[in-house]
């Protein structure tokens, strides 16, 4: 039951807003009374914050899916964003927005632990690049990883449509792609953003 309340929760959360879903709106949507919810979760905040780790591990299971099928680094990049698309898609509004702006030490917490997974794939990412020669083999690989994660976190904190955030992630893409490419990379991505018509 636990796990049930979890994902319909979320689910809830992530369509209509964390701030106005509330223990009623999901004890009505489930058929259950509030009690039942409680049983398992004493507030809404270790609710969202469990259902947060539940997205975040789903997002990393996702992702660890797109590096399995070994694309060159560039086309990894843009495989990602597919997958981000399909995931929120049916989204108006940005989830991280929201999370930041109402319940920021839940947001605190789920950043720290996407920075260290981000910082992990971006930096094979760059490496992989490297090794592929789509990108510069001078590259600071270090501080080119930081950069882009601190540029993708910082549009969906700060977008408040998701639409907005996917478009402006795809310019993101774009420039970090550019920032490091050799002549064969920026090849490679100007076949990928002619395909995916960022």
Known sequence: MK??????????????GFKSVTMDDIACEMCISKKTIYKYFHNKEVLIEEGTEVVHQKIHKLMDEVVAK?????????????????MFQSFDHSP??????HYPEIYAKMIANEIEDCNHMFTQNVLKGIQQE????????ETV????????????ENTLLEKEAYELE???????????ATPKGIIELEKQLSTLNI
Do not use: C, W
């Not at 990883?145 to 969906?156: E, G, K, M, P």
């Not at 795809?170 to 420039?175: H, M, N, S, V, W």
């Open 134 to 141: 789509l990108y510069r083999p001078e590259t600071d690989v």
């Open 96 to 101: 991280a927005y929201q999370l930041k702006k």
């Open 70 to 86: 070994n694309f060159n680094a560039i086309e990894e990049n843009f495989e990602m964003r597919k997958m981000f698309k399909e």
């Open 170 to 180: 795809g310019k993101a893409l774009e420039y970090h792609t550019r920032a490091i």
């Open 145 to 156: 990883a930081r950069f882009y994660y601190t540029l993708i976190f910082s549009i969906n």
């Open 3 to 16: 796990e049930k309340i979890i994902k319909k929760a979320t689910d809830m959360f992530l369509k209509l």
